[in-house]
């Protein structure tokens, strides 16, 4: 399970605080993601950046801000969060950011906003 | 739209029994992916089996292998053998062809089924 990594692996944080997740990739690939896993929902795709430009950003609140220095790097840089921002939050990456491959996860940040 | 449906929200098997875990989705495009990913409790998600539109054959992992009926749009997950480390959530997923009509990638799971297998 070193193929993509997070920290930190848990988070409290209150609403006026702010945070970074990272997420460390060691696949040699070009395509990274975020994602929101909430209980009872199903994932919720919020970035994907593509040889380190965001290529999609799916209608995200502003309190949420990604970053990708490079391919095997991505932040989500977190600040002003609400109680029902509260999930797992999943990084993933896959070879080239092609719509049909395969994903690899890492194993998530639980995010608990106060 | 593009949906995927997994309508067994919890399911237990015995140890070394099969089961079948079900997945229905709707898709307007002829050809296309269908992955179904296993995230064990605390651990990562990782791909189990991924089902290629146009390949008529069932894909096979090891103890694994789908039923896939295009005509029907269903995509189930048979697990025969059930090992105690089966015990995870299943997700079921279509991957976007394309951007939608707002312009956004709609990476379709389903709302997953959980898995426990029983010693």
């Known amino acids: 399970e070193t193929g993509v990594t997070q920290t930190p692996r848990h988070l409290v944080m209150g609403m006026t605080n702010k945070k970074s997740l990272k997420c460390e990739q060691h696949l040699g690939h070009n395509a990274m993601y975020w994602y929101k896993q909430s209980a009872k929902k199903p994932l919720e795709l919020m970035f994907v950046y593509s040889l380190e430009e965001r290529v999609e950003n799916n209608s995200v609140p502003s309190r949420f801000s990604p970053e990708c220095p490079n391919s095997s790097h991505l932040f989500l840089h977190l600040h002003t969060l609400q109680p029902e921002d509260s999930a797992l939050y999943l990084c993933a990456s896959s070879r080239s950011g092609g719509l049909q491959e395969t994903q690899y996860f890492g194993p998530g940040t639980r995010l608990l906003v106060l | 739209a593009q949906t995927v449906t997994q309508s067994q929200p919890e399911m237990s098997v015995q140890e070394a029994e099969t089961v079948t875990l079900s997945c229905t989705y709707d898709?307007?495009?002829?050809?296309?992916?269908l992955f179904w990913y296993k995230q064990p409790p605390s651990r990562q998600m990782i791909l189990v089996i991924r089902?290629?539109?146009?390949?008529?054959q069932n894909a096979t992992e090891n103890r694994f292998s789908v039923n896939f009926q295009k005509a029907a749009k269903s995509f189930s997950l048979k697990i025969s053998d059930s090992q105690l480390g089966d015990t995870a959530m299943y997700f079921c997923?279509?991957?976007?062809?394309?951007?939608?009509?707002?312009?956004?990638?709609?990476?379709?799971f389903g709302t997953g089924t959980r898995l426990k297998v029983l010693a």
């Open positions: 997923s279509l991957p976007p062809s394309d951007k939608t009509t707002s312009g956004t990638y709609k990476y379709i």
């Open positions: 898709t307007s495009e002829n050809n296309y992916y």
């Open positions: 089902q290629e539109a146009y390949k008529q």
